[in-house]
């Protein structure tokens, strides 16, 4: 029997040629050294293409009418621009947009475009479903988990942008103006392309997203915390939900591993971390599980002497899940209590709860495949089985 990477790999279709999306700058500058453009315009031609990935949008090679058409030609023969491919979109009665995007294997991915009045955050995925499995969530429910290579990371934000027809980058008042790489996935178990993918979304003559401007949740995988703050130095979000370490394993079972204590330790010590760069502890609303008043009373003890946010979740329902969303008393009275803490404005209002698109509640379900999929989850199926 032929191992089942073979299988997968025979049935996928690859790039012809190494996909010039989500190479680093460091990266793109070794890639043009196979070609014949000559050592002193290396780094010339390495901008040229930067920016025409990352602020014109290009789409192929043969869009860079920067280059002669001669090198266009070569670069033809050893290069391709990539990004996922929209499988499906779905438009919320919010504006929420969500995006099912499938990635070079024939996976998919969710993408979350969230309009607000002053500003418009993209919902990045980092992973093919989530190892996590956390009792709430939806995505923990997807079997299938590899991890995003950087190219897809980056390949979600250019194809939002060539939706939101936001090419070439408009410098202000611009449709994708943060990040939050909340999506589908748990973006420290998948490190260093995040770290990657979210360097170029801040490159200044690129993407040009402010670090600020970017936050990065995490379930709590602790020994990573304080690398991505250097390496990337973005702002943080931690998925905490409970305020005992007994709940907490149950709703988040990564905290047996990593409990709410060490993983307090890591906040207090991120890098860069100020008033000014608060960190943001989400807590999900659950009716009768998480949301007394002592807990709230907790929250509130247990975050004392950290610059922090506190964003209430309230509960997204999903087909079969074993929670409901708190009452709108537990959740006053909840907010009350943090409030009066000195903490602002706290319940994230869900958006995109009609087309399955508000946190949590990201799958790309099975019934989605498309036949060739399907096919090629058949014979992962027999080749598991045997
Ligand atoms: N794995 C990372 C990234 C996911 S972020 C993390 O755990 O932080 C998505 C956020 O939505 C997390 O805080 C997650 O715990 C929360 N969430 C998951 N399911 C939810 C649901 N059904 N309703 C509300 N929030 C949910």
Redesign the pocket.
């Known amino acids: 029997m032929m191992p089942v990477a073979d299988l997968v790999t025979s049935l996928t279709v690859q790039p012809e040629g190494e996909n010039l999306t989500g190479l680093t700058r460091e990266q793109l500058a070794t890639a043009l050294e196979a070609t014949t453009i000559a050592p002193r315009s290396r780094s010339m031609r390495r901008d040229q293409i930067w920016n025409g990935l990352y602020i014109r949008g290009w789409r192929s090679i043969d869009d860079i009418t920067t280059l002669s058409k001669g090198l266009r030609a070569e670069l033809v023969e050893q290069f391709v621009i990539e990004r996922p491919e929209i499988v499906h979109e779905q438009r919320s009665e919010d504006g929420t947009i969500k995006w099912l995007l499938r990635v070079n294997d024939g996976r998919e991915i969710e993408t979350v475009y969230i309009p607000e009045e002053t500003r418009g955050t993209l919902c990045l995925s980092s992973q093919v479903g ?1 190892t ?1 499995t ?1 009792r ?3 995505t923990g429910t997807q079997k299938l988990v590899r991890n995003l290579t950087v190219a897809e990371i980056v390949g979600q934000i250019l194809v939002a942008r060539d939706v939101l027809g936001e090419w070439p980058r408009p410098t202000d008042n611009r449709k994708i103006s943060n990040i939050v ?3 589908m ?3 420290l178990y998948n490190a260093e392309n995040v770290r990657d993918a979210l360097r170029i979304a801040a490159d200044g003559d690129g993407l040009a997203i402010s670090r600020r401007r970017i936050t990065l ?3 709590g995988v602790v020994p990573v915390i304080p690398w991505i703050g250097r390496e990337a130095e973005v702002m943080l ?1 931690i ?1 905490l ?1 409970a305020v005992r370490d007994d709940l907490r394993d149950e709703l988040v079972p990564l905290n047996r591993k990593y409990p709410i204590a060490d993983v307090l330790e890591a906040c207090r010590a991120y890098p860069g971390l100020s008033n000014a760069r608060r960190i943001t502890f ?1 807590y ?1 609303m659950l009716q009768d599980v998480n949301d007394s008043v002592a807990d709230a009373r907790e929250l509130v003890r247990l975050l004392k002497g950290i610059p922090a946010k506190i964003n209430l ?1 309230p ?4 087909p079969g ?1 074993p929670y409901e969303c708190s009452s709108k008393t537990r959740i006053k009275n909840f907010a009350d209590v943090i409030s009066r803490a000195g903490y602002a404005s706290p319940v994230r209002t869900p958006r995109g709860r009609d087309i399955m698109a ?4 990201l799958k790309s379900a099975s019934l989605k495949l498309g036949a060739r999929r399907r096919r090629l989850e058949a014979v992962r199926e027999v080749s598991a089985a045997s």
């Open positions: 989530c996590l956390c709430f969530c939806h790489m909340m999506g996935g748990e973006p949740s995490t379930a979000a998925s939900h989400e999900v979740i509960f997204n329902p999903w899940a508000a946190c949590g509640q």
